[in-house]
């Protein structure tokens, strides 16, 4: 008989399947037959490499009873990651997520482990206040001077004029210099980046989104790395929020068909929507040769599993049938072309003004964002050569210099 147990505790996915026979083996008792596995550890967030958490096997019979003396064999599923020894020893290696195998008497036991560079914050809420800072609104014409700024939990929880506003009690204060004026402005966000090179490089990367004020990315082609990313900026690591959307879904024949697997049918289409969903992702992100059919698959299958599709609009799906589909963001201004402009293209022929006013009210009144890229459009040569001459090209990493 082959018995499959799956459990769920915490963030760690456990997977125990024993195979037996309906009787013992000669010998034995049924108390002494491993039913299931369990792995046991105090915590399945590492603070970093070089870290290392202790881990025990845990055997259990039909009757859920431990049974002692039992010889565990233990395995890592990416050594580059973590590491561990015949005692059960988990040693961090480097950033990003590990799978750990134990094995007792055939049957199998895995657990997730995270590597962060930092631990979950604590339960104890901090607060701050920022004192005598201006606050850039994007509301008003201009910034709301001296103010005062709580934050309670992560959330502004008051604001206003700082000779008026309390400071609570049990706030660490920040205050603004004298004569040189603090602003605090909502964090920019940018709607579409693609992360490329190791981790430590995605690290870096990440670090110099916030260091320019940007707190909120979306990742347009991620991976299971990207998210092990996101997944430790919610942990507390420094970096931008970052909403990671699916690989591109294609038709055949596409450019990135070795990166994504090309959508061929529906049924096709609404299998791979479930397995993006059920893997972390945020979105599930459409791309250029997906036919009409398919493209309304992904749809029904995305609002059935609750997941919003963004991307491409698909050259055979026109910009009403997005529309009508509710896609949530449109990259690009892909198809916009062949409504507004003479040659279908919009970097080409004449623009007809009223239909851009037109179908510019349209997606508007629909509740679909778009993300023009403008500056990828612009990236000329002569710009690139500014770019490789200016100071911050230095803390490009290698991978995307290259």
């Known amino acids: 008989m082959t018995r499959a147990t799956s459990l769920l505790l915490g963030a760690a996915s456990l997977v125990a399947i024993s195979c037996d026979s309906a009787e013992p083996p000669?010998?034995?008792t049924a108390g002494t037959i491993v039913s299931s596995v369990t792995i046991d550890a105090a915590s399945d967030t590492l603070e970093g490499p070089g870290h290392s958490v202790q881990l025990k096997a845990v055997a259990l019979n039909a009757a859920g009873e431990e049974i002692e003396g039992t010889t565990t064999k233990w395995s890592s599923f990416d050594e580059a990651i973590a590491t561990v020894d015949a005692s059960g020893r988990l040693q961090a290696e480097d950033f990003g997520q590990a799978f750990i195998r134990a094995e007792i008497d055939g049957t199998v036991a895995q657990r997730a482990f995270l590597v962060a560079d930092v631990l979950p914050p604590s339960s104890t809420a901090s607060t701050l206040a920022f004192v005598g800072v201006?606050?850039?609104?994007?509301?008003?014409?201009?910034?709301?001077v001296d103010q005062t700024?709580?934050?309670?939990?992560?959330i502004i929880s008051e604001m206003g004029p700082a000779a008026t506003t309390p400071i609570p009690p049990d706030a660490a204060v920040i205050e603004a210099a004298q004569n040189q004026p603090w602003f605090i402005m909502p964090g920019l966000v940018d709607s579409h980046i693609h992360m490329t090179g190791s981790s430590a490089e995605q690290d870096d990367v990440l670090k110099l989104y916030v260091a320019n004020g940007v707190t909120t990315v979306r990742e347009m082609w991620a991976n299971g790395n990207s998210r092990t990313q996101r997944d430790r900026i919610e942990l507390g690591a420094l970096g931008p929020r970052v909403f990671a959307a699916s690989p591109g879904m294609d038709g055949p024949g596409g450019p990135w068909a070795g990166s994504t697997p090309p959508v061929s049918d529906a049924s096709n289409a609404r299998s791979l929507v479930r397995r993006y969903e059920t893997e972390g992702y945020?979105?599930?992100k459409v791309y250029n040769l997906l036919e009409i059919d398919v493209y309304q698959a992904i749809m029904e299958e995305a609002d059935a599993v609750g997941i919003r599709v963004i991307g491409h609009v698909p050259q055979k799906v026109n910009l009403q049938m997005a529309l009508d589909h509710r896609q949530y963001s449109m990259e690009h201004l892909l198809g916009f072309g062949?409504?507004?402009?003479?040659?279908g293209n919009l970097n080409s022929g004449t623009l007809n003004g009223a239909r851009v006013e037109e179908w510019s009210g349209k997606v508007a009144a629909s509740g679909t964002w778009n993300s023009p890229t403008l500056s990828v459009l612009i990236l000329s040569a002569d710009r690139a050569r500014e770019i490789r001459r200016s100071n911050a090209y230095r803390y490009v990493p290698p991978s995307?210099?290259?």
């Open 26 to 28: 000669d010998g034995s």
């Open 400 to 402: 995307m210099k290259n």
């Open 338 to 343: 062949p409504m507004v402009s003479s040659t």
């Open 282 to 284: 945020d979105f599930v």
């Open 134 to 144: 201006d606050v850039v609104t994007m509301v008003t014409a201009s910034p709301l």
């Open 149 to 154: 700024i709580v934050i309670r939990d992560g």
